[in-house]
């Protein structure tokens, strides 16, 4: 009964992997056993779980509900929807844990499963551990667990709306991108008022009108060209399984998930003054400075959703982000990230105010920078290679933040080099308030990686 799985499955924040190639139903089944297991040696026995619209997503759910039955575990099955609608399962159930079956913003052919055990992220260490067990695996529990299905998208959807408060009508597009999004989205914006206008709201796990990934711009051309033809106020799109956000303003300009941060923070500060509010190592440094001058303090994190939510339960932060559109909100809400809960609370800014998402922009510090590069580099060297750029910039006495590879602070601004904890690539970026200092940063850039044998890609 002992299982194995492909290696490569195993990331750091949750399992993932191509179906039929690294990712079977064999091994949803044995995820089940193995995550009964886990829960079961820290008191629970009650799971909920849920999946995405990938035309794989129900029978790996199917599968993964038998093995955790099979180790004698109950479930609550909620059926298709967003990952955030499983965590407030997990949130607001009666239940231990939570599962969801989900490829997130990866291609069609990918899924795979994100974890809360006991109100906390469930990752790194966490998640090699179930390779183990599943080793060791024997027969199964002489009694099986109940399952019990439950329909919890009206009450998710009441519980998105309790926030609205604004009465400003709002002329909004809104896209999920064939995902899991789609229906939650279609309940919502036919209760909030305003005009809303909805693109691919139907869920096709093929995802035929484009990829869902909003941090890509090429995903977010059709929202924008909506924008501009509707005469919207905003457009807010959605990854594959409604966790990240993205928005373009009324002239279709896009804000990126640490530009956004900067809105919502001044928001929270007002209730929470002195807060700390949180960003990963990607984010722009204006966030972190406009955090500061909004009364706040800034706090500087690893990049990964699961790390920043850990870290947001121990700071007790209302609010924290990436860049690349994870934002999670203990303000009012449970600490997960939400993106339709993100476009809700936004909406609601918007509505309370006289000012309009275009005219915010006007008060963010202009910079220059680089999108986040990202570029291949061997999994044997990725980290080696950010620990010798460390070790030569802490000989130069170089102003090095090293919480998550290196980001270095210059009179020109600040560069970014870390590697990816999913993929065999090295992550960077800079960021500058010229043209001219940005170009310095991108070059001792160039000389720190030339230095350990990686060539930077022309930007």
């Not at 079977?24 to 619209?53: E, K, L, N, P």
């Not at 199917?62 to 059926?79: F, K, N, P, S, Y």
């Not at 722009?284 to 400075?289: I, K, N, P």
Request: hydrophobic share 45%; glycine share 10%.
């Amino acid at each position: 009964m002992s299982h194995r799985f492909d290696p490569t499955i195993l990331r750091e924040y949750d399992i993932r992997g191509i179906v039929g190639a690294t990712l079977s139903v064999a091994d949803a089944r044995a995820i089940g056993r193995a995550f009964a297991v886990t829960m079961q040696r820290q008191g629970g026995r009650r799971a909920a779980v849920g999946y995405d619209g990938r035309l794989t997503s129900p029978e790996l759910a199917a599968a993964l509900i038998d093995g955790l039955t099979a180790e004698g575990a109950d479930v609550v099955a909620i059926g298709r929807g967003p990952t955030p609608m499983l965590y407030y399962a997990a949130a607001t159930l009666e239940v231990g844990a939570g599962i969801m079956v989900t490829g997130s913003h990866n291609p069609p052919e990918y899924n795979g499963f994100k974890f809360v055990l006991r109100g906390s992220a469930f990752y790194g260490a966490a998640i090699q551990a179930l390779a183990e067990i599943a080793a060791g695996l024997a027969a199964p529990s002489a009694i099986r667990g109940q399952i019990e299905e439950r329909d919890l998208r009206h009450a998710y959807v009441a519980r998105l709306l309790r926030d609205f408060k604004g009465s400003r009508a709002l002329t909004v597009a809104w896209d999920p991108g064939n995902g899991a999004t789609g229906e939650i989205v279609a309940w919502l914006t036919a209760r909030l008022p305003g005009r809303h206008i909805l693109l691919n709201a139907e869920i096709d796990g093929r995802f035929p009108a484009h990829h869902p990934d909003p941090t890509v711009p090429a995903n977010l051309v059709q929202l924008q060209d909506a924008v501009r033809r509707e005469g919207c106020d905003l457009g807010i799109a959605f990854d594959g399984d409604g966790d990240r956000i993205g928005v373009v303003d009324g002239r279709g300009e896009i804000w990126w998930g640490d530009q956004l941060m900067v809105v919502l923070a001044r928001d929270v500060l007002r209730r929470h003054p002195g807060a700390p509010i949180l960003a990963d190592v990607k984010a722009s440094q204006v966030l972190f400075d406009e955090i500061a001058r909004a009364g706040g303090q800034p706090v500087m994190t690893p990049t990964g959703h699961s790390p920043i939510k850990a870290r947001l339960a121990e700071t007790g932060s209302p609010l924290a982000g990436e860049m690349s559109g994870h934002i999670f909100y203990a303000d009012g809400y449970y600490g997960f990230d939400d993106a339709v809960y993100v476009a809700v609370r936004l909406l609601d800014i918007l509505a309370r105010g006289a000012e309009s998402l275009t005219d915010l922009r006007r008060s963010l510090p202009a910079v220059v920078n680089t999108p986040e590069l990202r570029f291949p580099c061997p999994e044997d060297r990725k980290f080696a290679v950010v620990r010798e750029v460390a070790a030569r910039l802490r000989e130069a006495a170089a102003d090095v933040t090293d919480i998550d590879g290196v980001r270095v602070r210059t009179a020109d601004g600040w560069w970014l080099l870390r590697a990816s904890n999913t993929q065999d690539v090295l992550v960077a970026r800079a960021e500058s308030a010229t043209g001219d200092g940005l170009n310095r940063l991108k070059a001792e850039l160039a000389m720190q990686l030339g230095a350990s044998g990686i060539v930077l890609p022309e930007i």
